[in-house]
């Protein structure tokens, strides 16, 4: 397997642009994870899914944000409209069954200016 | 906030010297994993220990686990120049199946 795919893995846009980071998490793996990573507030969990389905999306900032899993392998996160508070690495990560490890993309490094 | 928070936020020693790091997390786990994360890339699985453990050894990885007072320590022995990179904790919460990390380490080994 590949691994967890994301794109793009980087990104520079205008505050106000909507923007869309990609996720194929490895195939048969039932958990997706989507990380925020700042130098300020580290490594924040936004949503996870289990089965496709979102479980907890506590960590979204705003309603500016928003995630879906259509399929069992994609998910996509949307920022609309983009700021540049919003500028960040985001991880994607996917895993198996529960209480395993989690297995991350190589981020998609954002630049909202 | 963060489940998870790591000491000390850095740490820089000789090549050769082994390396601690601890971590403490707040609520009930199931289990408790380590991470590594090279500068720009993601983060990579190093080890997991289940709440019922109290050490895990992988090559020259040493985990400990005390659940009565909520904190966990990754050794790393006879460092290497390679081994610099940020270590994370992760806590897979019991009840939840989310995975929360703390803020980590920035290890350094100065050849």
């Known amino acids: 397997d590949a691994g967890v795919i994301q794109s793009p893995r980087h990104e520079v846009t205008e505050m106000g642009q909507e923007v869309t980071l990609r996720c194929k998490p490895i195939s048969g793996h039932n958990s997706l994870f989507w990380y925020r990573q700042t130098m300020m507030r580290g490594l924040e969990l936004l949503i996870y899914f289990n089965n496709n389905v979102p479980i907890d999306d506590s960590g979204m900032p705003e309603d500016r944000f928003s995630a879906k899993m259509p399929n069992a392998s994609f998910s996509t996160l949307k920022i609309q409209p983009s700021e540049p508070r919003d500028s960040a690495v985001y991880f994607c990560a996917s895993r198996g069954d529960r209480g395993t490890e989690a297995f991350f993309g190589q981020g998609t490094r954002l630049t909202v200016v | 906030s963060q489940q998870g928070e790591e000491d000390p936020q850095a740490l820089s020693i000789q090549e050769g010297e082994n390396a601690t790091m601890n971590c403490s997390y707040k609520?009930?786990?199931?289990?408790l994993q380590w991470y590594r994360q090279n500068s720009g890339r993601g983060l990579v699985h190093l080890i997991l220990?289940?709440?019922?453990?109290r050490e895990k050894h992988s090559g020259r990885l040493r985990v400990t686990l005390d659940t009565s007072k909520k904190s966990s320590s990754l050794l790393i022995t006879a460092s290497r120049a390679a081994d610099t990179a940020s270590y994370f904790c992760a806590t897979d919460l019991q009840g939840a199946q989310k995975l929360v990390f703390g803020q980590g380490t920035r290890l350094t080994i100065n050849p």
């Open positions: 609520t009930s786990i199931n289990n």
């Open positions: 220990i289940r709440s019922n453990e």
